[in-house]
Every structure is written in C-alpha cells, then in structure tokens.
C-alpha cells in the first residue's frame, strides 16, 4: 500500500512537473483577453503567443515596452484586439522595433474591411484572395525619438481571414543601425534608391527579409498553422550582416562579389545592375506616391527639425518643384 501510493505521488509529481515546464514555455501576452502584466523592458521569450497565435523572435532578445486593448467597430459582437510593442536593441541603441496586433477570439459571422495595400508605397507585394487581405508593404517614416528624429524603414504586413481572423505587424528598422547614419526619408525614396546603389543594395535585402515573414504570416490565417510559422525567417542579426558604413553590402541569395543594384522605376523593383533590362518607365518623374504639396511639406519638416541645412533644404525644394 505503501509502494503503491509514492507511485501514485512520484507520478502526479512528474505531471505538475510538465505542466510548470509548459507554462513556462508557452505564454499567452493577453490571457483571459486581459493586458500582459509585464514591466518594461522584460524579455520576450520564444513561445510567448497573442490570441494564440505565435510572434516573430528570430533566436534574439526582444524587450516589451507596451500593450493596449480594442475593439473591432461595426458588429454588436465586437472582436477584441490585442496590440503587443516590443523593442531590439544592440550596442546599447535601437534596431528595431515591432507591433503585432491581433485577434483575441473569433466570430464565425465576422469579417474584416479595409484596404491595406491601397495608396501609394515604396513598396508593396499584396498576395489578397476574395475578402482575404494578405499584404506587404515597406515605407520609410521620419519618427522622434527621443530629442531626435530618426529615419524608420517600415515593414507593415496585415492577413486577415475568415470568422474574424487578424494578423498584423509592423517591424520598424533605423536605418542608422544598417550603416546609413543621418539619412532622410528623401534619401529612401525611389529616387533615392536610385541614385545609391548602396542603399538600393540595403533596401533589396530588407524587401527579402520581408516577403519571408509575410508568407510566414500568410500561414497563420490556416486553422491549422504552426507555432514554428516563423521559423524559416532570418534573425535580424542575418539581415544586418555584413551593414555598415564600412561595408560592401550584398544580398545573401546573390554570390558575385562584384555584383551592384540599381532600383528600376517602371519595375519598382531592386535589380542586379546589367542583370536584365530595365524598361522605361512613362512616368516623368517618380514621386514615391506623393504630391508635390505633401513632398513640400515633408522637406519644411526635416528643415525646422534640424535634420538638413538650409542649402540642402533649398535645393530640394528646386527639385521637387522640377516635377510640376
């Protein structure tokens, strides 16, 4: 009897055991549909979940800053949101940041409107299927942080599915951390991109990097998706390999050493420079999607914000009034 019963005690130990181990491993940010209970700055770990669904932490240390609650508009039955930021640092200064947002239940009669892939972007890959959204997006974004202003690449990738599904991230990258300090948002244009193929080289990495964590993303929307969806991303340390103002930048997927990039307009795409034919574009000049009142107002910003001097400021406004 005796036997029987530490049997009995080793083997609900073993059990207590395994479910400590798996609450320690698998944790959801918004339990009950309440918000995390974290302190800035506490470290994100691998299967940390919202909604259930599994975020993108690459092997690194991801650090949460904040967390708000919502609510879907439009139906008596409302879907609660969940938004989840959280920050990378290296060196002691930013990397990135990212932003995921998303269903904390379903609604079998629910379905989400918008467009994200509408208005005009630096680029864009939309994958939508019906009512289905799944798209990708990258922008460049003066932001303050701090007493600056620093120059964010965004990547916003938004999937959303059937009985009220919803995926969506924003990956932030300074791009002071990829070797290009004290650039602008003028500088990340398609124009820009054009004139650097320093930068265009840069842009065309981060463009790969992101269409893998977009079909990472695409797969969560199945009823049956894995928690490991964004294994086959790359590590933001893979992405930033080899970046630097010291450095010759070169895509992973492309081995000529020798090899340079140059953005073809008409294509909107980062090409291998003689790789294949560029065709001309009808366009007079390309304005990244913008007016020229908006490009105006844009430049007077980086001026009164200190980023550019008056001589650079005057002679931007010159060209962008060459568009009219």
Known sequence: MKIACEKNIVKWLLILGSLIVFSVQARELFDDGKKPTLTQGQSILSDDTIGGYPIYVGGEIWRFEDATLSGSTGSADSIPLGLFRMRLSGNGSLTAYQGVQANLR?????????????????????????????????????????????????????????????????????????????????????????????????FSKITAWAEKYQDAAETLMDYNYSKDAFANVPTISALMANFGPQSDIKPQSISNAEDTYVYCKSTKKVIVEGSEKCPPSDEKKDTGGKSVEQRMQDLKRLFDSGLIDKELYQKKQEDILKLL
């Not at 918008?114 to 939508?128: D, E, F, I, T, V």
């Not at 600056?148 to 995926?167: A, D, F, M």
């Open 106 to 202: 379903s609604n079998s009669s629910s379905h989400w409107s918008g467009s994200p892939c509408s208005g005009g972007h630096l680029y864009m890959r939309n994958k939508a299927r019906g009512k289905n959204d799944n798209c990708l997006t990258i922008d460049a974004v003066s932001t303050q942080i701090g007493s600056q202003y620093r120059t964010l690449i965004n990547v916003h990738v938004t999937e959303t599915g059937s009985s009220g599904k919803y995926y969506s991230a924003i990956v932030s990258f300074d791009a002071e951390s990829f070797g290009f300090p004290g650039s602008t948002v003028i500088e990340w244009n398609k124009n820009g991109l054009q004139d650097d193929k320093k930068r265009a080289t840069a």
